[in-house]
């Protein structure tokens, strides 16, 4: 009995301490450093040196600044653009993957994910020389007679990081739209069928419903990751291609003002914690709607 009763403690202990790991991990890697970058925000620099006075001069910069406003909301408006385009491709894949039967259905799940296991950087070089002057897509537009010489109207600028940040996460929008589509259960659709609605009927009233709440968090996962991206706008966005995240990387290395860096990224975490918010109660709320 006292061995089964030892054995019994051990496992209690074990199991809180997995618990206790559990939650603390998220707070030592997440919400700790999101706590110092808000302390940090409320200081500034004088000549190179962090002073550690509370002020506020940081977000009057921001909101007063005839810049940074600016930028922040040509940034929100991109992403949300790149988050539509892909959903907008993203579903007809998903729903293509879900129509097939057997081992085809993951392998080529599989294909469409093998990109995310390359190299961030390699793929964005790709894509660049692709779009470049010298790049597939403009020699093609030139040999079809639709432009008369090569065009800089997808490298450089803003179209630039639209297309590359849509192509580049394409991936991540596929498979919380697959999982969705996935979860449907076939009784509803064959239940639809001899009741005699067209397949037509049937996606606009069962299958498009259902699968939204795999189409709010594609989106928002897919925003979420673009309007964190500073390297694709430094890679192909150029002078003209100037966004949020260039700014902040800016401020944490060239001009080496990390507590109005610090403000930036608050004002950066509450876009993302409500777009991840908003996908949520979206998600929720079409899911229980239907």
């Not at 190179?48 to 406003?69: K, Q």
């Not at 998903?94 to 990109?115: C, D, E, I, N, S």
Request: net charge positive; with cysteine; aromatic share 12%.
């Amino acid at each position: 009995m006292s061995g089964t009763g030892s054995t019994h403690a051990a496992q209690r202990r074990l199991s809180r301490l997995v618990t206790v790991l559990a939650f603390a991990l998220p707070v030592i890697f997440v919400l700790v450093p999101l706590a110092i970058f808000l302390v940090y925000s409320f200081f500034s620099v004088d000549q190179g040196t962090i002073v550690h006075a509370p002020t506020l001069g940081n977000y009057v910069r921001f909101f007063t600044d005839p810049i940074f406003l600016p930028v922040f909301w040509n940034t929100i408006v991109l992403c949300v653009s790149v988050a539509v385009i892909c959903i907008l491709l993203a579903y007809p894949a998903a729903y293509f993957l879900t129509t097939l039967k057997g081992r085809w259905r993951y392998a080529l799940l599989m294909l469409l994910l093998v990109p995310l296991l390359m190299s961030y950087v390699i793929k964005i070089y790709a894509i660049r020389s692709i779009l470049g002057l010298n790049g597939f897509l403009n020699k093609a537009l030139v040999a079809l007679g639709i432009l008369d010489q090569p065009s800089t109207l997808f490298v450089f600028n803003m179209n630039a990081i639209l297309l590359t940040l849509s192509l580049l996460l394409i991936p991540f929008a596929i498979l919380p739209i697959f999982l969705s589509l996935e979860r449907i259960p076939q009784t509803l659709l064959r239940a639809s069928d001899d009741l005699g609605a067209s397949s037509l009927q049937t996606f606009l009233r069962i299958t498009l419903p259902l699968s939204l709440p795999g189409v709010a968090s594609a989106a928002s996962f897919v925003f979420v990751l673009a309007i964190g991206d500073f390297l694709t706008p430094q890679m192909v966005g150029g002078i003209s291609g100037f966004t949020f995240g260039r700014i902040l990387y800016s401020q944490f290395g060239t001009a080496y003002n990390w507590p109005f860096g610090a403000a930036l990224s608050v004002a950066l975490a509450i876009v993302v914690i409500a777009a991840i918010l908003i996908g949520e109660r979206f998600g929720r709320s079409r899911g229980t709607s239907v």
